[in-house]
């Protein structure tokens, strides 16, 4: 490809003049690797956007959206539906933890957390408690993109770039301690740090706070795990004071840990869970929601008669391909039982992490289930270094 064949994509995320100057392209996939139009094959070490743990190219989903393509390309979700929508909620609400069993489908994790951000208001303004429009997040935690998941967000880079933001976010202090360095699984250091979230309470008032957003592993900024009793004691608080806790699964759920979710791993139960990512192992653009029944139940119970619930949704929500990928992937899940393989091969792929801890770049390592972070000391200018690495990766 030459360089003006190059310039018309705008692409994310991406320093595009170094890209265009010197591109990375890959051309096709099968299983755990990908191939440049070269020829040369690349191991494919975090499952492409941690979106992929069933491998690339799957044929058995290949040829469901195929087939779907042929029989019902599109409908519209609006007071009208198809029944593979209806379907992969079923296949959803199966995996969640008990009482999460309503699912609301968008087209990505971004905007799955803003729709999440949207039921939070709307469940309080049921409950006559509208004035509950405080949300709280973490430093260090990604989001998404869109403006309420950038407004959570809380690196530092995805921020600084926009002027104004949604106001009304509160942020907690991160769990990314000195003393839990080289720590494998949970670390025992940090649990009290859960307790900025009483302090926002004492701050902003006790019925002020709609919803708290929280990664169980917090994932792009460079896999934070949480320490032992931290989720415990925000749910506790929670509870306490009538928040909605929300856990970011985008990254985690589907097998990422050994489990479904996060939340079965850790034993802590939220009320609402996002995810897309792994929800269609990568092959059609899809997120979702998952619900507590009694927020559900809240919204739709307050509405008139004849009237929609809930204001909101997306052309694309629950689109018959994507959901015919989800279905497909959930079968794949289930038939190679890939959940229990994440669980068997966790120790073997800590181990493997765990041993780069001694090379003089690295400062440190972290991991839980079959999600791990190896962290390199700075070079010349933050991120040079980084950079440089993943540019000799490919």
Same mark, same amino acid.
């Given at each position: 490809m030459? /360089?003006?064949s =190059?310039e018309r994509?705008?692409?994310p995320f991406?320093?595009n003049r170094e890209? %265009?100057?010197?591109?990375?392209?890959?051309?096709?996939a099968?299983?755990?690797?990908?191939?440049t139009?070269t020829?040369?094959?690349?191991?494919?070490? *975090? *499952?492409? =956007?941690?979106t992929?743990p069933a491998?690339?190219c799957?044929?058995?989903?290949?040829?469901?959206v195929? %087939?779907?393509?042929? #029989?019902?390309d599109?409908?519209?979700s609006?007071m009208?539906c198809h029944?593979g929508?209806f379907? /992969?909620?079923?296949g959803?609400?199966?995996?969640t933890?008990?009482?999460?069993?309503?699912v609301?489908?968008? +087209?990505?994790?971004s905007?799955?957390?803003?729709t999440?951000?949207?039921?939070?208001l709307a469940?309080?303004l049921?409950?006559n408690?509208?004035?509950?429009?405080?949300?709280?997040?973490?430093?260090?935690?990604y989001?998404?993109?869109?403006?309420?998941?950038?407004?959570?967000?809380?690196?530092?880079r995805?921020r600084?770039?926009f002027?104004?933001l949604?106001?009304?976010?509160?942020h907690?202090r991160?769990?990314?301690?000195p003393?839990?360095r080289?720590?494998?699984?949970?670390?025992?250091?940090?649990?009290e740090?859960?307790?900025d =979230?009483?302090r926002?309470?004492?701050?902003v008032?006790?019925?002020?706070?709609a919803?708290?957003?929280?990664?169980?592993?917090?994932?792009?900024?460079?896999?934070?795990?949480?320490p032992?009793?931290?989720?415990e004691r925000?749910?506790?608080i929670?509870?306490r004071?009538?928040?909605? /806790?929300?856990?970011d699964?985008?990254?985690?759920?589907f097998?990422?840990t050994g489990?479904?979710?996060?939340? #079965?791993?850790f034993?802590? #139960?939220?009320d609402?869970? #996002?995810?897309?990512?792994?929800l269609?192992?990568?092959?059609q653009?899809m997120?979702?929601?998952?619900v507590h +029944?009694?927020?559900?139940?809240?919204?739709?119970?307050a509405?008139?008669?004849?009237a929609?619930?809930f204001f909101h949704?997306y052309?694309?929500?629950?689109h018959?391909?994507a959901?015919a990928a989800?279905?497909?992937?959930?079968q794949?899940?289930?038939s190679e039982?890939?959940?229990?393989?994440?669980?068997?091969?966790s120790g073997y792929f /800590?181990?493997?992490m765990f041993a780069?801890?001694?090379?003089?770049?690295?400062s440190d390592?972290r991991?839980f289930?079959?999600?791990a972070g190896v962290e390199i000391k700075?070079g010349?200018?933050a991120?040079v270094?980084?950079?440089?690495l993943?540019?000799k990766?490919?």
């Amino acid at each position: 490809m030459t /360089l003006e064949s =190059l310039e018309r994509h705008w692409m994310p995320f991406t320093n595009n003049r170094e890209f %265009k100057r010197e591109p990375r392209l890959f051309e096709r996939a099968s299983g755990m690797h990908y191939w440049t139009p070269t020829g040369r094959k690349i191991l494919d070490g *975090s *499952s492409g =956007l941690f979106t992929t743990p069933a491998g690339h190219c799957r044929v058995e989903i290949a040829t469901a959206v195929a %087939k779907q393509l042929q #029989t019902l390309d599109f409908t519209p979700s609006f007071m009208r539906c198809h029944p593979g929508a209806f379907a /992969l909620a079923d296949g959803v609400a199966a995996l969640t933890p008990k009482g999460l069993d309503h699912v609301f489908f968008c +087209n990505s994790g971004s905007e799955a957390v803003d729709t999440a951000m949207k039921i939070a208001l709307a469940y309080h303004l049921a409950r006559n408690e509208g004035q509950r429009t405080y949300f709280v997040s973490r430093e260090r935690a990604y989001h998404g993109v869109n403006i309420g998941g950038t407004a959570l967000s809380g690196m530092v880079r995805n921020r600084e770039a926009f002027g104004a933001l949604m106001p009304g976010v509160l942020h907690l202090r991160h769990t990314l301690l000195p003393e839990n360095r080289l720590t494998r699984g949970l670390g025992t250091t940090g649990a009290e740090l859960a307790d900025d =979230l009483s302090r926002f309470v004492n701050l902003v008032g006790d019925k002020r706070i709609a919803a708290v957003f929280v990664e169980p592993i917090a994932g792009s900024t460079g896999v934070i795990v949480p320490p032992r009793g931290y989720l415990e004691r925000l749910r506790e608080i929670c509870n306490r004071y009538g928040i909605l /806790l929300v856990f970011d699964e985008v990254i985690t759920g589907f097998g990422r840990t050994g489990e479904p979710f996060a939340a #079965t791993s850790f034993g802590v #139960t939220p009320d609402i869970i #996002t995810m897309a990512k792994a929800l269609t192992n990568g092959a059609q653009p899809m997120g979702a929601v998952a619900v507590h +029944n009694s927020i559900y139940r809240t919204i739709v119970d307050a509405a008139p008669d004849g009237a929609p619930e809930f204001f909101h949704g997306y052309t694309y929500s629950a689109h018959p391909a994507a959901c015919a990928a989800g279905l497909a992937t959930l079968q794949i899940y289930k038939s190679e039982q890939l959940f229990a393989k994440g669980r068997e091969l966790s120790g073997y792929f /800590l181990d493997a992490m765990f041993a780069l801890q001694d090379l003089p770049a690295v400062s440190d390592v972290r991991g839980f289930g079959m999600l791990a972070g190896v962290e390199i000391k700075p070079g010349k200018a933050a991120g040079v270094r980084g950079s440089e690495l993943q540019a000799k990766l490919f």
